[in-house]
């Protein structure tokens, strides 16, 4: 049972060009979240969303980003006009259904995004 | 979610058990205590997590103290490859908050 896959593990990227993080989560999983970690500091959470749903994005930033999970395929995280200050290790997690109280979230090896 | 406090970091000799305390004074009934980790900018890792009974698995055990103010992470055998960052996390217990809220953690260095 493959893990979270996240591609791709490494992304340059000049500033004003676009950046697309993609998320596959493990088999089963319908929850997906994006946490994003700045170099030398925590991992801050930026969205969770379940199919076709974004259920919290209040860590999101309020311009150039956005995210979604469509009904079929990976959650993508996008990142429009990039500057140096996105530069950070963008990583993606995933649990099951809801249903039964979620218990752990399964991460990713994460996306770095480096931008010139 | 309630906040959590952890020291900056510790040392521990390999083989030797490793401590890691976390306080979380204003923890509310229904919030359950997480451990997570992250070895050198890998993804985190899940550990343990607990209400309010003590909990064991094969990586660590957890000890939340009576009035769940404050808990301890035990690894029985710490060995180098435990070396990483301990994120103790307060959440609640709800579908729609499954948001990870992740302090500065504690930087555990298992010395040989």
């Known amino acids: 049972n493959a893990g979270v896959m996240q591609n791709p593990r490494h992304l340059v990227r000049r500033r004003g060009q676009e950046a697309r993080l993609r998320c596959s989560p493990m088999?089963?999983?319908?929850?997906v979240y994006w946490y994003r970690q700045l170099p030398e500091e925590g991992l801050k959470f930026m969205v969770y969303?379940?199919?076709?749903?974004?259920?919290?994005e209040s860590g999101m930033p309020k311009e150039r980003f956005s995210a979604e999970f469509p009904k079929e395929g990976p959650s993508i995280l996008r990142i429009q006009q990039v500057v140096r200050g996105d530069s950070a290790a963008y990583f993606c997690a995933s649990s099951p259904p809801t249903g039964t109280f979620v218990d752990e979230q399964f991460f990713g090896p994460g996306t770095r995004l480096t931008v010139l | 979610d309630a906040k959590t406090t952890q020291p900056t970091s510790m040392d521990c000799a390999e083989g030797r058990a490793a401590n890691l305390p976390c306080n979380h004074s204003?923890?509310?009934?229904?919030?359950?205590v997480y451990w997570y980790r992250q070895i050198h900018s890998q993804g985190p890792q899940y550990i343990i997590h607990?209400?309010?009974n003590n909990e064991t698995n094969e990586m660590a055990s957890l000890i939340i103290t009576e009035d769940r103010k404050s808990s301890t992470l035990i690894l029985p055998h710490a060995t180098l490859r435990d070396t990483a960052v301990y994120y103790c996390?307060?959440?609640?217990?709800?579908?729609?908050?499954?948001?990870?809220?992740f302090g500065q953690g504690t930087t555990l260095q298992v010395k040989p």
């Open positions: 996390i307060v959440r609640g217990r709800s579908s729609n908050t499954g948001k990870l809220i």
């Open positions: 088999k089963g999983h319908s929850h």
């Open positions: 607990g209400l309010k």
């Open positions: 969303l379940q199919k076709e749903n974004i259920i919290d």
């Open positions: 204003t923890i509310s009934g229904n919030e359950y």
